[in-house]
C-alpha cells in the first residue's frame, strides 16, 4: 500500500490510500481544484480512484465532494445520517451508503468504517486494510474510545489526530464555550493524549504515524511533534517514523511493502 495525506488541520482534510490497481480518499475537505493539483504533484491518477469515503458531515472534511466526484465521476460513500445531515445533493449514480462496522470491499482493499466520539451525528473512523498491511485514519476523536484503540493496535501506519495543545487552547482567543467544546468527549484530541494513545497502545507493526488534524490556532507542528518525542523515546523497541501532515501542502507519498 501506498499512503499520503493531501490536506489536513481543522480548514480541511483528505487522505490518499492505494494499492498496486485501486485507489481511496477518506475525505474532501478542500476544493476540488486542489485535490486534483496535489494529487498530480504526487504522480497520482484520478483513473485508479475508486470511492471517496467521508468520515462526517463538518465543513473541513465535506468541502469538495460534490463538485469533486460529480466533475471525476467518483463514488461517494458516508452514513445514511451524515448523507441527510451533509444537506447537499449527491447523484444517485454516484451515491453509497455504509454502516458502521460493516465491511466495504473495493477491489483489494477492504475499508471498515468504525464509530468515533464527535460532535457530528454519525461520526466514522476507518480502518482501510490491502493484503496485509492496515492503515487507520483517524481524525476529529473527543477521546481515544475502544473502537480508536482496537484499530489503532492493528495498525501499520495512522493518520492520527494531534489537535491541540493544551496550553495554547486554554490561553488562547478563543470564547470559552468553543475551548470547553474542543477539549470535551466529542471534540478533538490534544497532542498530550494522542502521544498517550500511541505510547499505550501501538504494536510493533507500527512504521508510520502521520499526525494530523492541527488546529491553526491551538497549536503548532512543533508543539506537536515535541509531545511525541517522549513517546518515541519511551518506545524505543518501535522502528517508527513519526511525521507532520500540512493543510498547506501534500505529504509524501509513504509505502508500507
Ligand atoms: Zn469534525
Ligand atoms: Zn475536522
Redesign the pocket.
Known amino acids: 500500500m501506498k499512503i499520503a495525506s493531501i490536506a489536513s488541520g481543522s480548514n480541511g482534510n483528505c487522505y490518499y490510500l492505494e494499492n498496486d490497481d485501486d485507489a481511496i480518499l477518506v475525505d474532501a475537505g478542500i476544493s476540488a481544484r486542489q485535490i486534483v493539483e496535489r494529487m498530480t504533484r504526487l504522480g497520482l491518477s484520478l483513473s485508479k480512484l475508486r470511492g471517496v469515503f467521508i468520515s ?1 458531515e ?1 465543513s ?2 465535506v468541502r469538495g465532494v460534490d463538485v469533486f466526484c460529480r466533475k471525476h465521476s467518483v463514488p461517494v460513500f458516508m452514513t445514511e445520517k451524515t448523507y441527510v445531515s451533509y444537506g447537499r445533493v449527491v447523484s444517485n449514480t454516484l451515491l453509497n451508503f455504509f454502516s458502521p462496522g460493516q465491511q466495504v470491499k473495493i477491489g483489494n482493499i477492504c475499508v471498515t468504517p468504525f464509530l468515533k466520539s ?3 451525528v454519525e ?1 466514522c473512523s476507518f480502518s482501510v486494510s490491502s493484503g496485509n498491511r492496515n492503515v487507520a485514519v483517524m481524525t ?1 476523536i473527543g477521546f481515544e474510545c475502544e473502537n480508536v484503540k482496537a484499530h489503532f493496535k492493528n495498525a501499520d501506519a495512522v493518520f492520527l489526530e494531534s489537535n491541540y495543545d493544551d496550553h495554547m487552547l486554554k490561553t488562547g482567543f478563543y470564547p470559552a464555550y468553543l475551548k470547553k467544546r474542543i477539549a470535551s468527549d466529542k471534540g478533538h484530541l490534544s497532542n498530550t493524549r494522542a502521544a498517550q494513545l500511541a505510547m499505550q497502545h501501538a504494536s510493533g507493526r507500527l512504521k508510520h504515524i502521520f499526525l494530523s488534524h492541527l488546529s491553526a490556532n491551538n497549536n503548532t507542528p512543533q508543539l506537536a511533534l515535541g509531545a511525541f518525542k517522549h513517546f518515541i523515546e519511551q518506545r524505543s523497541d518501535l522502528k517508527l517514523e513519526v511525521m507532520l501532515t500540512s493543510r498547506e501542502k501534500e505529504s509524501s507519498l509513504v509505502c508500507l511493502d
Open positions: 462526517h463538518h473541513d472534511h464527535h460532535d457530528a461520526p476529529d
